[in-house]
């Protein structure tokens, strides 16, 4: 057996029948299924006993109520497999992911997670601004491409990665606090110089819903994204490496996130911006240029590109790649 699935859950016995379907149809039989009942007070643990007592494959562990973050670890410290697949109880996997999945490790054993593209359902419920972070999402795929794009947003869906257990375990598991607990483990992976991918196949239907924690959980709030990506942008070695910095965005929104990295001893010398009105203005004691002004300095300094409209993602890039700037070695686009 090489592949162990942690799948917590709670109150899910409206979607866990379809979740236990897909998962049961994987052409890559050789699994465990660690269920990690999470203080359920529905019949979901009932309908995973049911199934473990026809599939041996399925294990169900009844903590009480631990929260997600005390699910997780458990379920990785249950794990007997070197591979752990993360899946959620109102998913759908592919048949073809854990199969897929192992082999991409496989033939890549310096890569420590591998994820997938996934599609968002039901698609009536699919508003503009997560279609259009899905579509930024599913276009990062290489591990330059996720080391070059770690700060923007979480780069994978959760429910879609597997890892190597015993990388995940030496970095401690996952971390309980005020922030989303997978992408601050994708930052504390990205810190420790693990590679991650993703397979260009969609391989996940991910659910989306009202109740989403993304949602409703504070720690998933934009104030929270910001303070955990300031964090770790601070200690990221691209930041230390004497060169100059430049930031693009000088409106008030921008200003204040980039506040957080700038408090920690990061200022910019300079501030870039596409609004005429700006340009030439004092921010902070920081002059407001053009995004022209870049060309041609040497050394290039190092940019921080705060613009978080996704449109804007190709046309930045566009413009800074035309100037000799290289994605991940000269700037990185900041959520």
């Known amino acids: 057996m090489e592949i162990s699935i942690v799948l917590p859950f709670r109150n899910a016995a409206a979607t866990l029948p379809a979740c236990l379907a897909s998962i049961r149809r994987q052409r890559y039989a050789a699994f465990e299924l660690l269920a990690v009942d999470d203080g359920s007070t529905d019949d979901a643990a009932a309908l995973v006993e049911s199934v473990a007592r026809a599939d041996g494959r399925v294990r169900l562990l009844s903590p009480g109520r631990v929260g997600l973050v005390a699910a997780l670890n458990l379920g990785l410290a249950e794990a007997r497999a070197p591979l752990v697949a993360r899946m959620d109880a109102d998913d759908l996997m592919h048949p073809e992911r854990l199969g897929l999945q192992r082999a991409y490790l496989a033939a890549y054993p310096e890569v420590a997670l591998v994820a997938s593209r996934v599609a968002l359902f039901p698609k009536g419920l699919v508003r503009a601004g997560y279609a259009a972070y899905m579509r930024w999402q599913n276009q990062v795929l290489t591990p330059a491409e996720v080391a070059a794009n770690i700060f923007v947003e979480s780069p ?21 606090g005020p922030f989303p607990e997978d992408y601050e483990l994708w930052l504390r992976m990205h810190a420790a110089g693990l590679p ?24 998933y709030a934009r104030t929270a994204f910001d303070a955990l990506r300031a964090s770790f942008l601070a200690r990221d070695p691209r930041l230390h490496q004497g060169r100059e910095l430049v930031f693009w965005g000088a409106g008030r929104p921008t200003r204040l996130r980039a506040r957080r990295l700038i408090v920690q001893g990061f200022a910019p010398t300079a501030w870039i ?13 920081v002059p407001v240029r053009p995004r022209q002004w870049l060309d041609g300095l ?10 978080t409209n996704h449109g804007a993602y190709d046309l930045i890039s566009g413009w800074l790649g035309a100037m000799g700037y290289r994605p991940g070695a000269d700037y990185l686009f900041v959520g």
């Open 156 to 176: 994978f869906a959760h429910p879609s990665v597997m890892l190597r257990r015993a990388s995940v375990v030496a970095l401690g598991g996952y971390t309980e």
């Open 298 to 307: 040497r050394p290039r300094p190092f940019v921080l590109v705060y613009v």
């Open 273 to 285: 911006d596409l609004d005429p009105r700006k340009l030439g203005q004092v921010v902070w004691g």
């Open 196 to 219: 991650m991918a993703k397979l260009p196949r969609v391989l996940l239907a991910w659910r989306e819903s009202a109740g989403r924690a993304s949602r409703v959980d504070p720690r």
